[in-house]
């Protein structure tokens, strides 16, 4: 009979659980009761901590999407930037916990934080450099194969190629949505034209909205607009 209470695995912690997700290292990654100024200070590092984490995923899935499509393996990238996208959706909905945090209670925390921002976030930097590398192997593939991206669209077929498309799109458009929820929570808690802890403008986030890091999986929907039976402009006439 196999005896399930022995702890089998080498390494720190009490058993095979802890060893294997190392949570004493990761639980002592959080300031202490004594050292904090305010006990909401836990729930600002969770928030911003788990974010590295789920970023760390989306990031690591975005790399293996970039090199399946550089070997043409179309739905497996496809599947892979789905859990880039829903790595996105959980680290918009975990802002909601922002919610509990007081705007006057924030003000003690702000103290602690030095010039410390998440605009120097390791997970948001990595989905830039990330992004760079998907969408270069994403208009190269285009390219090579010959692909129009109106034609895509407008062919109306369920090819792995539009289905890529989808998912890059989702992607970035889930990037966007998190960047919303952001700003609007930046402003609930510290208002409008004042800056951050890094000097930045709160207003500058709204900007940052609008960013696209696949700008010609945008502009082939403007593009199918003016063109479409309600446009301006006929197909054929890219003038
Ligand atoms: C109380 C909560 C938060 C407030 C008040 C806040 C405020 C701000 C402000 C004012 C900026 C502009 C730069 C500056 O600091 O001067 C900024 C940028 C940024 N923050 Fe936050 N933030 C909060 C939570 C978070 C969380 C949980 C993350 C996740 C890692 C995050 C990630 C970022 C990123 C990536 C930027 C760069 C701008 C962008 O890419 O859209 N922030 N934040």
């Known amino acids: 009979m196999k005896d399930y209470s022995e702890q089998i695995l080498s390494g720190e912690g009490e058993n095979d659980y802890t060893r294997y997700m190392r949570t004493d290292a990761l639980l002592s990654l959080q300031r202490l009761p004594e050292e904090s100024v305010h006990r909401d200070e836990l729930l600002f590092q969770v928030v911003h901590q788990s974010t590295e984490l789920w970023l760390k995923l989306a990031c690591s899935e975005v790399a293996e999407a970039t090199a399946r499509i550089e070997s043409g393996e179309l739905d497996t990238a496809t599947r892979l930037l789905g859990r880039a996208a829903l790595g996105a959706q959980l680290v918009t909905q975990q802002l909601e916990m922002m919610r509990h945090l007081s705007p006057w209670d924030f003000q003690t925390i702000r103290t602690v934080l030095g010039h410390g921002s998440g605009a120097d976030s390791p997970g948001w930097r990595s989905v830039r450099a990330s992004n760079r590398l998907v969408g270069a192997a994403f208009l190269k593939l285009v390219a090579d194969r010959g692909v129009d991206l109106a ?73 199918l607009t003016e063109t479409g039976p309600m446009g301006e402009r006929p197909v054929g006439d890219r003038s």
């Open 151 to 223: 034609e895509l669209y407008r062919s109306g077929e369920d090819t792995a190629e539009f289905r890529l498309a989808e998912a890059m799109i989702e992607w970035d458009e889930r990037i966007s949505i998190w960047r919303v929820q952001h700003f609007k929570m930046t402003t609930r808690i510290i208002g409008h034209e004042v800056v951050g802890t890094q000097g930045t403008p709160v207003d500058v986030l709204a900007k940052l909205i609008s960013h696209k890091h696949f700008p010609e999986l945008w502009a082939v929907r403007t593009e």
